[in-house]
């Protein structure tokens, strides 16, 4: 008897950037892991290929003939095929309104297929201080109205998004949350650790703090008033920058804060098992999120995963599931403390006499948390636990 068969559809794939991308990449291996065939079908610039029960399909676009054709492919497979729709609406092309993928996600649904759609975002939020983007707002909740009614079920990466999903979707639909795991695995290689923050501490004389993520525009100033506050009480502190966006953002600050001029490490990019030493190597993160954390943050999930003591902001779409494994969180309207409650992770383990025994079970604490709750086989759990019916 075959293996049952996944078809994932994404905009995003390897080697293309995003989380949506590392996501699905790393969901495919799992569901192959599992026993199932995954098929992958994206339009990013990927080499088709097939390997240990993934394969990779390119799609020709996302609209009009593209859509039509990638219909003719999926019905070479025996019906009713299982499609799994990873979906955010920037991720689709069209300026985030493609609504033609929608409606054709549902005709797929008409023709018996067994549709899931996968929500890492719903759509685009109304607001008087972005008035031009309402149309956006709006097409977004037509393509999500459409998604949903194409679902035999709906999943979630965050419980907010059922809140904003739910008027919008045919009565009694069911929504499932599928966490977003970390896409940076525990990498077990101590020396290398050591070697790396020896290197940053100047052999352990300086605090290391670490941020990972993007600098955009909404995370930056949170994060440079974090980081102002907590040098301002521990001008030792070293504060490694993770990401691409890492060596831009420390000029933006030695420029505006002259006193930071030698505070910051900035390796930009790394692979997943440097960016996994280099957490490691940290004393305590750093993450605030405007919106509150999540576990849709993959970036939040990386530190947990890794096992860093992390310090974050709560904010209107908090899941208080990650709280358990914070060593502290202030509002997201107050990032001067969060900078304080950095500090304070640092030292408190340290006023213990066994503190080097106690940072190390803290870590594996935070580490045993993640995979508790978070990790990529709990997902998988969860979705081969639907596969009876629709």
């Given at each position: 008897?075959?293996?049952?068969?996944?078809?994932?559809?994404?905009?995003?794939?390897?080697?293309?950037?995003?989380?949506?991308?590392?996501?699905?990449?790393?969901?495919?291996?799992?569901?192959?892991?599992?026993?199932?065939?995954?098929?992958?079908?994206?339009?990013?610039?990927?080499?088709?290929?097939?390997?240990?029960?993934?394969?990779?399909?390119?799609?020709?676009?996302?609209?009009?003939?593209?859509?039509?054709?990638?219909?003719?492919?999926?019905?070479?497979?025996?019906?009713?095929?299982?499609?799994?729709?990873?979906?955010?609406?920037?991720?689709?092309?069209?300026?985030?309104?493609?609504?033609?993928?929608?409606?054709?996600?549902?005709?797929?649904?008409?023709?018996?297929?067994?549709?899931?759609?996968?929500?890492?975002?719903?759509?685009?939020?109304?607001?008087?201080?972005?008035?031009?983007?309402?149309?956006?707002?709006?097409?977004?909740?037509?393509?999500?109205?459409?998604?949903?009614?194409?679902?035999?079920?709906?999943?979630?990466?965050?419980?907010?998004?059922?809140?904003?999903?739910?008027?919008?979707?045919?009565?009694?639909?069911?929504?499932?949350?599928?966490?977003?795991?970390?896409?940076?695995?525990?990498?077990?290689?101590?020396?290398?650790?050591?070697?790396?923050?020896?290197?940053?501490?100047?052999?352990?004389?300086?605090?290391?703090?670490?941020?990972?993520?993007?600098?955009?525009?909404?995370?930056?100033?949170?994060?440079?008033?974090?980081?102002?506050?907590?040098?301002?009480?521990?001008?030792?502190?070293?504060?490694?920058?993770?990401?691409?966006?890492?060596?831009?953002?420390?000029?933006?600050?030695?420029?505006?804060?002259?006193?930071?001029?030698?505070?910051?490490?900035?390796?930009?990019?790394?692979?997943?098992?440097?960016?996994?030493?280099?957490?490691?190597?940290?004393?305590?993160?750093?993450?605030?999120?405007?919106?509150?954390?999540?576990?849709?943050?993959?970036?939040?999930?990386?530190?947990?995963?890794?096992?860093?003591?992390?310090?974050?902001?709560?904010?209107?779409?908090?899941?208080?599931?990650?709280?358990?494994?914070?060593?502290?969180?202030?509002s997201a309207s107050d990032p001067f403390q969060l900078g304080g409650m950095a500090i304070l992770a640092l030292d408190l383990p340290l006023m213990a006499e066994d503190s080097e025994s106690r940072l190390a079970a803290e870590r594996e604490k935070i580490r045993g948390l993640y995979r508790q709750h978070f990790a990529m086989e709990h997902t998988v759990a969860r979705l081969l636990a639907d596969e009876g019916g629709g």
């Amino acid at each position: 008897m075959s293996a049952p068969v996944w078809h994932l559809l994404t905009g995003e794939y390897p080697p293309e950037g995003g989380g949506i991308a590392d996501y699905t990449a790393l969901l495919a291996r799992a569901l192959a892991d599992a026993g199932r065939d995954a098929h992958v079908w994206t339009p990013a610039r990927v080499e088709p290929s097939a390997e240990a029960g993934v394969t990779v399909h390119r799609m020709g676009g996302v609209s009009g003939a593209a859509l039509a054709r990638l219909g003719a492919e999926l019905d070479r497979f025996p019906a009713p095929r299982r499609l799994l729709v990873q979906y955010a609406p920037q991720a689709w092309g069209i300026k985030g309104m493609n609504v033609a993928l929608c409606r054709w996600v549902l005709s797929r649904r008409r023709a018996g297929d067994d549709v899931r759609v996968m929500f890492h975002e719903p759509f685009f939020p109304f607001g008087w201080q972005r008035p031009q983007r309402n149309l956006l707002a709006a097409v977004n909740r037509v393509m999500a109205r459409l998604l949903l009614r194409a679902s035999t079920r709906a999943y979630v990466s965050i419980l907010a998004w059922e809140d904003l999903l739910r008027p919008l979707a045919p009565r009694g639909l069911r929504f499932t949350r599928l966490p977003i795991p970390s896409t940076i695995p525990f990498a077990d290689h101590p020396d290398n650790v050591h070697v790396i923050r020896d290197a940053m501490t100047e052999g352990g004389t300086h605090p290391l703090f670490v941020h990972f993520g993007t600098y955009g525009g909404l995370i930056a100033p949170l994060l440079e008033k974090a980081i102002t506050t907590l040098t301002l009480h521990r001008p030792d502190a070293r504060i490694l920058l993770l990401g691409a966006g890492g060596p831009a953002f420390a000029d933006r600050l030695r420029a505006k804060h002259p006193r930071l001029a030698d505070t910051f490490w900035t390796p930009g990019f790394l692979g997943p098992e440097a960016l996994s030493y280099h957490l490691q190597a940290s004393d305590v993160a750093l993450q605030p999120y405007p919106d509150g954390a999540d576990t849709r943050r993959t970036t939040l999930m990386a530190c947990l995963a890794n096992g860093v003591p992390t310090v974050t902001t709560t904010g209107r779409f908090t899941d208080f599931s990650v709280i358990q494994a914070l060593a502290g969180h202030a509002s997201a309207s107050d990032p001067f403390q969060l900078g304080g409650m950095a500090i304070l992770a640092l030292d408190l383990p340290l006023m213990a006499e066994d503190s080097e025994s106690r940072l190390a079970a803290e870590r594996e604490k935070i580490r045993g948390l993640y995979r508790q709750h978070f990790a990529m086989e709990h997902t998988v759990a969860r979705l081969l636990a639907d596969e009876g019916g629709g």
